[in-house]
């Protein structure tokens, strides 16, 4: 599964984005849920939100949403300490082969930064 991210930027503090995250890839049937993780400068990455298809996840001033192979994230009324490098995750039970896991396996996209102004 390959992720390609978009959306990120610079903004002014109360300001809104939208980032996107596609999937694609000959296992993108088998994604059991998506969603986006942050990480700020000198800090450890953390999960903003992950849904299954169909799903909707407000999670305060952002709204995770996903439609089959792409997930969304709408931000709104953004602050300086939202400032840090979105990453889209995806995972799976199944590996190229079709085969079922115990664990899930974790793909990442490339990272879209999202830098607010005060």
């Known amino acids: 599964v390959q992720l390609q991210a978009s959306g990120g930027g610079l903004v002014q503090a109360g300001g809104s984005l939208r980032l996107s995250c596609a999937a694609s890839?000959?296992?993108?049937?088998?994604?059991?849920?998506m969603g986006w993780y942050r990480q700020a400068p000198g800090k450890e990455r953390e999960m903003v939100a992950r849904?299954?298809?169909?799903?909707v996840s407000v999670q305060g001033r952002f709204t995770i949403s996903r439609d089959n192979a792409k997930v969304y994230s709408q931000m709104n009324d953004l602050k300086p300490e939202d400032t840090a490098v979105y990453y889209c995750?995806?995972?799976?039970?199944?590996?190229?082969?079709?085969?079922?896991?115990?664990?899930?396996?974790?793909?990442w996209g490339q990272g879209t930064q999202v830098t607010v102004s005060s």
């Open positions: 995750n995806a995972d799976s039970y199944y590996n190229a082969y079709g085969a079922r896991l115990v664990s899930p396996l974790n793909y």
């Open positions: 890839g000959r296992s993108v049937f088998s994604i059991n849920t």
């Open positions: 849904v299954f298809s169909g799903d």
